[in-house]
């Protein structure tokens, strides 16, 4: 892959730690010859940020809380000032309340119904608006989607509901952008023990299940899903936009627990 990414620039909103998701596409983007920025949310995660961003020589473009949107319009100055334009785009952004990420969805709260959607799905669509306007020579997006969203989960609740239509959303960006030769798309990636997954009910259990049911018999990692993102947002996936990729050791195809599999 060495050389794939060269000459290429682009944002990476989401790393809290090097277990992140963000982190592994980062790392394959930066071997690939990228020139990345890197956003972090709040203090606490800066100190986590700024040494991961020396090790790839990447930029560290402030502190961005996508409900702030002023937060993120500083962070677009700052990368416009620096580089002019971007040529990719990475979200891999969502948070909702612990609290409603176990037991029913029917007994999610009208807010956290709200914040949900607007960290986890309206969150790429802002900056989209602001990623558009410097994707000058085209570009390419990318947003990080579960299988929750298609099928019911058990705890993903309003997160599934949220992830549907951050799906959904990537179809309508990729209609709205395709004529700017901006491509939109997103991975579904199978679990992985992450911070934001720590916060899901049963993670272990869910885990081991996939581990158990995907048809290669284990669970995706960060640099798996790193490298589907590097031919997404590369040259390789030039003719791929409004597509959900699922990078989940296959477990989106089986209808059914697998006979072998041994009990939780
Ligand atoms: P993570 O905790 O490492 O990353 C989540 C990121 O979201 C963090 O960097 C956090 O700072 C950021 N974030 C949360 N609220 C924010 C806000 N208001 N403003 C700005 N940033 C905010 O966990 P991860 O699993 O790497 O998550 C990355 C993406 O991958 C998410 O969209 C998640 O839903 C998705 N995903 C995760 C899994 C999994 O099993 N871990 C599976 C499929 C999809």
Same mark, same amino acid.
């Given at each position: 892959?060495?050389?794939? #990414?060269?000459?290429?620039?682009?944002?990476?909103?989401?790393?809290?730690?090097?277990?992140?998701?963000?982190?592994?596409?980062?790392?394959?983007?930066?071997?690939?010859?990228?020139?990345?920025? %890197? &956003?972090?949310?709040?203090?606490?995660?800066?100190?986590?940020?700024?040494? %991961?961003?020396?090790?790839?020589?990447?930029? @560290? @473009?402030?502190?961005?809380?996508?409900?702030? !949107?002023? &937060?993120?319009?500083?962070?677009?100055?700052?990368?416009?000032? #620096?580089?002019?334009?971007?040529?990719?785009?990475?979200?891999?952004?969502?948070?909702?309340?612990?609290? !409603?990420? $176990?037991?029913?969805?029917?007994? +999610?709260?009208?807010? =956290?119904?709200?914040?949900?959607?607007?960290?986890?799905?309206?969150?790429? $669509?802002?900056?989209?608006?602001?990623?558009?306007?410097?994707?000058?020579?085209?570009?390419? #997006? /990318?947003?990080? +989607?579960?299988?929750?969203?298609?099928?019911?989960?058990?705890?993903?609740?309003? #997160?599934?509901?949220?992830?549907?239509?951050?799906?959904?959303?990537?179809?309508? %960006?990729?209609?709205?952008?395709?004529?700017?030769?901006?491509?939109?798309?997103?991975?579904?990636?199978?679990?992985?023990?992450?911070?934001?997954?720590?916060?899901?009910?049963?993670?272990?259990?869910?885990?081991?299940?996939? !581990?158990? =049911?995907?048809?290669?018999?284990? +669970?995706? $990692?960060?640099?798996?899903?790193?490298?589907?993102?590097?031919? /997404?947002?590369?040259?390789?996936?030039?003719?791929?936009?409004? !597509?959900?990729?699922?990078?989940?050791?296959?477990?989106?195809?089986?209808?059914?627990?697998?006979?072998?599999?041994?009990?939780?």
């Amino acid at each position: 892959t060495q050389g794939l #990414m060269a000459g290429k620039r682009g944002l990476i909103m989401g790393v809290a730690n090097n277990r992140s998701i963000a982190w592994g596409i980062a790392k394959a983007l930066a071997d690939a010859g990228a020139e990345i920025a %890197l &956003t972090y949310q709040g203090d606490a995660l800066r100190k986590r940020v700024e040494p %991961l961003a020396n090790e790839l020589g990447a930029q @560290v @473009v402030g502190h961005c809380d996508v409900l702030d !949107e002023s &937060t993120i319009d500083d962070v677009f100055a700052r990368i416009e000032k #620096m580089w002019g334009k971007i040529d990719f785009l990475v979200h891999a952004v969502a948070f909702s309340d612990k609290d !409603e990420l $176990t037991g029913r969805y029917v007994d +999610t709260s009208a807010d =956290n119904f709200r914040n949900t959607m607007q960290i986890s799905c309206y969150s790429f $669509t802002s900056v989209a608006q602001r990623a558009e306007k410097l994707m000058t020579d085209g570009g390419s #997006m /990318l947003t990080l +989607t579960y299988y929750g969203a298609e099928k019911v989960m058990p705890h993903y609740n309003v #997160m599934g509901v949220a992830k549907a239509a951050l799906e959904a959303s990537v179809r309508y %960006l990729a209609v709205d952008l395709g004529k700017a030769a901006i491509r939109v798309n997103a991975i579904s990636a199978g679990p992985i023990k992450t911070l934001a997954a720590s916060g899901i009910g049963d993670f272990r259990y869910i885990l081991k299940w996939n !581990e158990y =049911n995907a048809p290669l018999r284990r +669970t995706v $990692t960060i640099e798996e899903v790193g490298d589907a993102a590097l031919f /997404l947002l590369s040259d390789l996936g030039r003719g791929v936009t409004g !597509e959900i990729q699922h990078v989940d050791c296959g477990y989106h195809i089986v209808g059914m627990k697998s006979v072998d599999a041994p009990d939780i």
